[in-house]
């Protein structure tokens, strides 16, 4: 079974303003939420360029989650910890991840009035639900004023406070449209499984942009050479040499012409010190 959601995120800010805006908020996203073995660990952040996609920045991300999933999946789980690797190939404007399941990126210049930006088929257009998500004004779990765009009004450029019908009267503005496909077979476990993706992946969506506008006097400016310098920095802060010994659970090969692949592994690790020793 196939299921499809569009999310379409408004945000006041041109598509090129978010390029740089999104790779801020992605690189101290990883460092804020690493810790006592669970966040973000980044293995591989370089340029690559092919017939498909073009030139862009390939990623290869491994989150370390056994203390982020619900508990019917750490049942599941071998002892120890859980662990999920991310290939993904930014493209910019457009991106392609895969995860559990695959989310496709387009950032246009409009208020989200492409009916079809991802040229689906008639009949994956059918299976497609679209939903909007306003920053500034849907409700979020774990409120934090400072993550707040109806309270947060930006001194750079002076934009904010985004409350009412911001949307109306924005300039510049785009709109992402993040389309989630969910292919998940599993008796027992299917509905539950896509259930809970489809909220914390709205959940991602909302709370990450929100945290996007309101980091904007901190971004605002930065060069693509100041976010690499950026992302090399913290990527050497948060990799620290370990002892892994893991099953794998699923895999799928990954290429950049084709859709990222799926790796899904249960990992024990054991820090160390000393020299990091990884299997194949």
């Known amino acids: 079974m196939v299921m499809l959601r569009e999310f379409r995120i408004i945000l006041p800010v041109s598509v090129e303003e978010y390029q740089v805006g999104q790779l801020y908020a992605v690189a101290m996203m990883s460092k804020n939420e690493t810790g006592g073995g669970e966040g973000v660990e980044i293995l591989v952040n370089e340029p690559f360029e092919n017939d498909e996609l073009g030139k862009g920045q390939y990623t290869h991300k491994i989150y370390h989650l056994a203390k982020k999933v619900p508990r019917f999946i750490q049942m599941l789980a071998p002892r120890g910890s859980m662990e999920m690797h991310e290939k993904a190939w930014n493209a910019y404007p457009y991106c392609r991840t895969s995860f559990v399941l695959k989310i496709e990126t387009w950032h246009k210049p409009d208020k989200g009035e492409i009916a079809n930006v991802h040229n689906l088929p008639p009949d994956l257009l059918a299976k497609r639900d679209v939903v909007h998500i306003d920053i500034g004004n849907d409700p979020v779990s774990n409120y934090n004023p400072n993550e707040d765009p109806s309270k947060f009004k930006s001194t750079k450029t002076g934009r904010g406070l985004l409350t009412g019908d911001w949307q109306k009267n924005i300039n510049p503005y785009m709109c ?81 012409s084709g859709v990222v692949g799926l790796y899904l592994h249960f990992k024990n690790c054991f820090r160390s010190g000393g020299k990091a020793y990884n299997t194949p």
Not at 177 to 204: N, P
Not at 225 to 243: A, G, M, T
């Open 176 to 256: 992402a449209y993040k389309l989630v496909t969910i292919e998940f077979v599993w008796w027992g476990l299917q509905t539950r499984v896509e259930s809970f993706t489809l909220k914390a992946e709205r959940r991602l969506f909302l709370n990450f942009n929100r945290q996007l506008f309101c980091t904007l006097d901190e971004w605002y400016g930065m060069t693509m050479e100041d976010i690499r310098e950026l992302e090399s920095k913290i990527k050497d802060e948060l990799n620290e040499p370990y002892f892994e010994f893991y099953y794998v659970i699923s895999q799928k090969v990954a290429r950049p």
